[in-house]
């Protein structure tokens, strides 16, 4: 396990709960910001999956998931530990159109996760996919897409700064 650092000259400038609160002000402001911007609408993501579906990509290639057993199915189930495969199925199963999308928060448990100041086998994890034409798979369109979120994170910060400054 990797060291957790925290320098003592770290001071924190609100207390727990408005550091939760602010974290709730921050994921639902960018939402909106975002949504607003790529057309996405939220869909809620799966705790878990069955395993012989195969849609809980392993990442890096070794990354084990979490599994339990159901008792009353006798089926095993796994704590997904990532979105990219279940994101292009549901676009798929809600039949999203072209230029429409959508964005989910994911909770998942990475069990070989490396553990330090940015990583933890608990992951709360936002995404979002979105249906384009094959004639807007360019540098051109990707540029579009990455001004629209530079420009959320920006609004979403102007935000935070004048709720919470200081």
């Not at 921050?26 to 579906?53: G, H, I, Q």
């Not at 199915?73 to 530990?81: D, G, I, L, R």
Request: contains cysteine; neutral net charge.
């Amino acid at each position: 396990m990797k060291q957790f650092i925290l320098t003592k000259e770290y001071k924190g400038t609100l207390f727990l709960y408005e550091t939760q609160t602010a974290i709730g002000t921050l994921k639902r402001a960018f939402e909106d910001y975002l949504s607003t911007r790529l057309n996405l609408k939220r869909v809620s993501a799966p705790l878990f999956v069955d395993p012989k579906t195969g849609l809980n990509d392993d990442l890096n290639g070794i990354e084990r998931a979490v599994e339990f057993d159901i008792a009353q199915t006798k089926e095993t189930a796994q704590v997904v530990h990532s979105l990219a495969k279940w994101k292009r199925m549901a676009l798929h199963r809600y039949g999203f159109p072209v230029g429409e999308g959508i964005y989910t928060d994911m909770n998942a448990i990475r069990r070989d996760e490396e553990m330090d100041n940015l990583h933890s086998i608990y992951v709360d994890q936002w995404d979002w996919e979105k249906v384009i034409e094959q004639s807007n798979r360019n540098v051109i369109y990707l540029k579009m897409i990455v001004q629209k979120i530079v420009d959320s994170i920006c609004d979403t910060q102007d935000l935070l700064m004048k709720k919470y400054r200081s």
